[in-house]
């Protein structure tokens, strides 16, 4: 009778379960982790550059919005850049602030466009009116004697 020896094998690739290792696949993972760390934080902090950059521009919106709402007109116009005072005067822009007040009494702004460069800052989104309306709205700045200035500015329908 012959007996043949047991046999036995090993692999480097194999655990002692048969499934073969894998070491690529552990720094893969990490590596697709790593990257989803970093975008995440590349995009938190556009976020927050974009808002820093866009704080201004959007104090200058919300400081004319509250004098034109509490019917200080000059003090509003005030927020005009050169530009915009030569195609609007502060006669024009008083007689047609009077005649749509309610476009003027806003309760909270939502910019959820915002860009700001060399020329200026544009801000777009919605304001919420006191009345419950929300009503579109985008504003053109300028850095005017370095002050936020408007050059254009659209509430209401576009």
């Given at each position: 009778?012959?007996?043949?020896?047991?046999?036995?094998?090993?692999?480097?690739q194999?655990?002692?379960t048969?499934?073969?290792?894998k070491?690529?696949?552990?720094?893969v993972?990490?590596?697709?982790?790593?990257?989803?760390?970093?975008?995440?934080?590349?995009?938190?902090l556009?976020f927050v550059?974009?808002?820093?950059?866009?704080?201004?521009?959007?104090?200058?919106?919300?400081?004319?919005?509250?004098a034109?709402?509490?019917?200080?007109?000059?003090a509003a116009?005030a927020?005009?850049?050169?530009?915009?005072?030569?195609?609007?005067s502060?006669?024009?822009?008083?007689?047609s602030?009077?005649?749509?007040?309610?476009?003027?009494?806003?309760v909270?702004?939502?910019?959820?466009?915002r860009?700001?460069?060399?020329?200026?800052?544009?801000?777009?989104?919605?304001?919420?009116?006191?009345?419950?309306t929300?009503?579109?709205?985008?504003?053109?700045?300028?850095?005017?004697?370095?002050?936020?200035?408007?050059?254009?500015?659209?509430?209401?329908?576009?």
């Amino acid at each position: 009778m012959s007996s043949t020896p047991p046999q036995y094998s090993y692999s480097p690739q194999a655990d002692p379960t048969g499934t073969p290792k894998k070491p690529w696949l552990r720094w893969v993972a990490i590596g697709c982790g790593g990257l989803i760390v970093v975008v995440a934080v590349l995009a938190v902090l556009m976020f927050v550059v974009v808002k820093k950059a866009t704080a201004g521009p959007e104090e200058a919106v919300k400081s004319f919005l509250a004098a034109a709402g509490s019917g200080n007109y000059t003090a509003a116009y005030a927020y005009f850049s050169t530009p915009l005072q030569q195609v609007q005067s502060l006669e024009a822009f008083t007689t047609s602030a009077k005649a749509n007040p309610a476009l003027f009494q806003v309760v909270d702004t939502t910019f959820n466009e915002r860009s700001v460069d060399l020329s200026g800052a544009q801000l777009s989104g919605v304001l919420n009116l006191k009345s419950g309306t929300k009503m579109p709205a985008s504003f053109k700045l300028v850095k005017e004697n370095d002050a936020w200035k408007l050059i254009a500015y659209q509430i209401g329908s576009k």
